[in-house]
């Protein structure tokens, strides 16, 4: 196991009455519902308006106090759709001293159908992800003995796959992540812009062996989608790709999450249209 990798033995049960960040909520009304009560929480998190972005990882942000501040915007993508002048947003706040800046960008509110809070901090999916697996979520993905994170693997052993589960038999499931923040109308598309590296992941996973699972997990990042796609229109190559890995046996699983101050809720896996006539 490379020596950067993180693992995880297959969790035992909790005690009773204990509730852990990314634990099921309780739901007494419920009786048996068709998809977990799942709540991942967020720290607490301050009120603002967007005055802009620049240098891709700086916002400058008028809080809700009227004081102006400048926030760690850790995004590094066009945020295509999500980064509209004077959109409401929430950022947290770090007494770290070693900071540069105190604040970061966490969330920001769209209007495409209706007022929805989507996820800026593309840090943020991962440890969701791991949180849910490890909950066992996810029945596709809960058969599994060990879990570990940013695993070596790929044809030049170049490549970092963000989870890898193996189960009882040995066969390796290779997890793939992807933050899903562009849509039009109720379509969740990715990527949002040409990706080389996005592209290099897909066929790192066509590339396994043929024993292994391959998964590509987008994390659709808002609660207002009803479908996913590829984003064609920005990054066609990335498009045909997919398809082609669909083709090859990669399950693609877009789990949505809906959003807002308090954490993200699992909402559910949304149908996949591969179809090329995605307006």
């Known amino acids: ?31 048996t519902p068709t998809i977990p009560a799942w709540h991942y929480p967020l720290p607490p998190l301050l009120p603002g308006r967007l005055v802009k972005r620049y240098k891709r990882f700086l916002a400058d942000i008028e809080l809700e106090t009227g004081e102006l501040i400048t926030a760690h915007c850790p995004n590094t993508g066009p945020m295509t759709g999500i980064s509209a002048v004077d959109s409401r947003v929430m950022v947290s706040r770090s ?10 960008w966490e969330l920001v509110e769209v209007h495409d159908t209706q007022p929805t809070w989507v996820g800026v901090n593309t840090a943020l999916p991962n440890r969701v992800v791991r949180a849910a697996l490890e909950a066992r979520l996810w029945p596709e993905l809960a058969d ?17 796959i963000d989870f890898m589960l193996t189960g009882a038999d040995g066969i390796p499931t290779y997890i793939e992540v992807k933050s899903t923040t562009w849509a039009k109308g109720d379509r969740a598309l990715f990527p949002d812009t040409v990706t080389t590296r996005g592209q290099k992941h897909l066929r790192e996973l066509m590339g396994l062996e043929a024993e292994a699972k391959a998964v590509m997990l987008y994390f659709i990042n808002r609660g207002d989608c009803q ?34 101050p308090d954490g993200l809720t699992y909402q559910g896996k949304i149908p996949v249209d591969l179809s090329r006539s995605v307006p």
């Open 1 to 31: 196991m490379s020596s950067e990798s993180r693992e995880t033995k297959s969790p035992g049960a909790e005690s009773p009455g204990s509730q852990s960040p990314g634990s099921p909520s309780p739901d007494p009304k419920a009786s």
């Open 95 to 104: 007494d770290n001293p070693k900071r540069k800046l105190a604040y970061t």
């Open 144 to 160: 599994y003995q060990t879990l570990r994170s940013e695993v070596v693997y790929g044809c030049d052993r170049k490549s970092r």
């Open 227 to 260: 479908v996913f796609s590829p984003g064609d229109e920005a990054d066609p190559e990335y498009g045909d790709l997919l398809r082609q890995a669909a083709a090859a046996g990669v399950t693609i699983l877009p789990y949505q999450f809906h959003l807002t």
